[in-house]
């Protein structure tokens, strides 16, 4: 960060007014630019009218929550950080942890109405480390299920699925009144996210102190359950954002992912009718779910008390109520503040009733775990590459496959 003379600051397609004036530069780093470039556009005008002094430098979008670790940990060497950064809720441990994240007490000390602006205990918990804040969440998700109703009752289906075995039952309903692509389950979503979601379902965290839960009888459960996914309903093998991209145009019935990517779908949906409804769980409805999202971490690398303020009040303001509220607006996150979602945001979801489906799923909401030690995100790529095998099929026993997971994440953590 550092201040300068500035004529005009790009994002997207908006131009931040030209002034020829000293200004502190901000810069800020956030994953997932098909989702959140709209939000930020919708929120900066607001935090310019408020802070004419401080301009904000988007640098390139993070692919995905485990680009942004990598990215931070690298930028951390190079001493190239960002001021602030956006970071998937279960990756904010490792920044603390290596004394790259900067506690955020001292400026919640000098705010005299923190709280009254929203933030509450059980959202600053998620940030909450060794007794210190060190984050604070921009946005939760939860998965849900999205449903072209249109393709559905074509395919003789006219119930949701509650559980998985319903949901594979409507595939091949569906195959057999010639529905080709009946569903795209979101294996591929960031963090084994779903393998979590699945784990939760049982009430089974998949991180147990400093160890990975993989040889566990839910484990293998969540396993034959993919693959019974994966093979009743002969799922492709697509790429998320084709997934969502095929799933916008029309040519998927159901699919489950993120309730994040509600802003997006229905921003390129076709003509058809969509749905969401709760995620299924395995025999009943679950009994857990993961919260994904992510939080607003400072990073920067400054000593000077003016720009560490500016930052600061981006952070704030990006995670405060009104902020927060353009969250719920753009995507479909929850914000995960009590003054958007109870004053703000009092008749939008009423308004949004497929936005509101994550919301009643809150009583649901546990933590998106991060596995433990320096090799966390090698064991989230050994993970990822063994449903992979499901999905293609190079992989049919699934207790093999949760011996060999086992092994290799059990090396991993040693």
């Known amino acids: 960060m550092k201040a300068f003379l500035t004529t005009a600051m790009v994002f997207g397609l908006m131009t931040a007014p030209a002034m020829a004036e000293e200004k502190i530069v901000v810069e800020f780093g956030y994953p997932y630019s098909h989702l959140f470039d709209v939000t930020y556009e919708k929120i900066l005008p607001k935090f310019y009218a408020e802070n004419p002094g401080i301009e904000i430098k988007f640098r390139a979008t993070y692919e995905s929550y485990e680009d942004g670790t990598n990215t931070i940990l690298r930028e951390a060497v190079a001493g190239t950080l960002p001021d602030v950064t956006m970071q998937g809720l279960n990756r904010q441990a490792i920044l603390v942890e290596k004394g790259i994240a900067r506690s955020l007490e001292p400026f919640i000390a000098k705010e005299a109405d923190f709280e009254k ?103 293998l459960n969540s396993l034959n359950t993919m693959k019974s996914i994966f093979r009743g309903c002969d799922m492709q093998n697509l790429e998320w954002k084709a997934a969502l991209s095929s799933f916008s145009a029309g040519e ?114 546990r933590e998106w775990q991060a596995y433990p030690g320096d090799n966390g995100l090698a064991i989230t790529q050994v993970i990822y590459d063994g449903i992979e095998g499901i999905v293609v099929g190079d992989h049919e026993d699934m207790t093999e496959l949760q011996s060999e997971l086992s092994e290799e994440v059990g090396d991993l953590l040693n």
């Open 117 to 219: 602006d929203g933030y509450h205990k059980a959202m600053l918990d998620l940030g909450t480390f060794d007794n210190g804040v060190y984050g604070l969440p921009f946005s939760v998700s939860l998965p849900v299920g999205y449903y072209n109703m249109d393709v559905l009752r074509a395919g003789g289906i006219d119930k949701l699925p509650e559980t998985w075995e319903e949901v594979i039952n409507a595939c091949r309903t569906m195959q057999a009144k010639g529905v080709k692509n009946p569903v795209f389950w979101g294996w591929n979503i960031t963090g084994n996210w779903f393998l979590q979601a699945l784990m939760w379902t049982q009430e089974k965290p998949t991180v147990e102190g400093t160890k990975v839960s993989l040889d566990s009888p839910e484990a």
């Open 252 to 365: 998927i019935g159901m699919m489950f992912w993120s309730t994040s990517a509600l802003g997006a779908v229905e921003r390129s949906q076709g003509d058809f009718e969509l749905k969401t409804g709760p995620f299924p769980g395995i025999n009943g409805t679950p009994k857990g779910l993961p919260a994904g999202g992510n939080s607003a971490m400072l990073v920067s690398t400054s000593e000077d008390p003016a720009e560490l303020d500016a930052a600061w009040k981006w952070l704030k303001f990006i995670t405060s109520g009104e902020g927060a509220a353009d969250v719920a607006r753009t995507t479909g996150y929850m914000p995960p503040n009590k003054a958007a979602n109870e004053i703000i945001l009092a008749d939008f979801y009423q308004q949004n009733p497929n936005k509101k489906t994550a919301v009643n799923q809150l009583p649901l909401l």
